[in-house]
């Protein structure tokens, strides 16, 4: 399947899933030594040939719609590893809510309630503020500390990379699930997954969790059903 069509199968997909309101949201996906882009103001359900930008891998535009705004923020995100080949950027409700308090831990800023967050995204840390489009995100991005490959933007959303779109839109919706399920369970005595469990399930997965359960958070103490 061509890159295009990778992009329009999943910007409808994440129009259905309800995390790509309106106009919100932005793919790219590496094709060859260029990256194709959805282009600014564009709806990720209504994608087509025209709605697409093509750039070079340090994010010059080499023809098509006019990049979104967050190029910076993709650039930086694939910079992280050579592993990943597409990128999803999304405002969905949960994801943004989560992202508007604070973080669970340093490591991710939700809990592990439910194993299916740990096999296709791992930790998810919490990233400062910084206004949608400024390069300031990519910045943040790199500086990051901790491995990932999905992470929320403070007051703003999430980004998701992986190997290839299809996998990197699984991602996203699952992170939009699990952070569904912490704010459902936000403020109550949650029973999260064991600390070995956890890992283990990150590990099995190859995805990535260095962090333990924060000192400081109101879960550490409530002991785990295994």
């Not at 899933?17 to 103001?41: K, Y």
């Not at 967050?117 to 998810?124: H, T």
Request: glycine share 10%; with cysteine.
């Amino acid at each position: 399947m061509s890159a295009l069509q990778q992009l329009i199968d999943a910007g409808r997909t994440l129009v259905d899933a309800g995390l790509s309101p309106g106009s919100s949201g932005n793919l790219s996906v590496r094709d060859g030594d260029r990256i194709l882009m959805t282009g600014t103001g564009t709806s990720l359900g209504a994608l087509d040939a025209s709605s697409m930008a093509t750039l070079d891998a340090s994010g010059a535009h080499l023809g098509g719609a006019t990049a979104s705004k967050e190029v910076p923020l993709h650039l930086a995100t694939y910079a992280r590893d050579a592993a990943f080949q597409a990128i999803v950027h999304v405002h969905s409700p949960y994801a943004v809510a989560a992202s508007c308090l604070a973080p669970w831990s340093d490591e991710s800023a939700i809990p592990p309630l439910t194993p299916y967050v740990l096999m296709r995204v791992g930790q998810v840390p919490l990233l400062p503020f910084a206004a949608p489009g400024d390069p300031a995100l990519g910045a943040l991005v790199t500086a990051c500390p901790h491995p990932f490959r999905g992470a929320l933007l403070a007051n703003h959303g999430a980004v998701v990379a992986a190997e290839d779109l299809p996998t990197a839109v699984g991602a996203a919706i699952e992170l939009e699930e699990a952070c569904r399920i912490a704010l459902l369970t936000a403020g109550a005595e949650r029973t999260l997954i064991a600390p070995e469990h956890v890992r283990a399930i990150a590990d099995r997965w190859g995805m990535p969790w260095t962090g333990s359960y924060g000192a400081a958070s109101i879960d550490a103490a409530v002991p785990a059903r295994s």
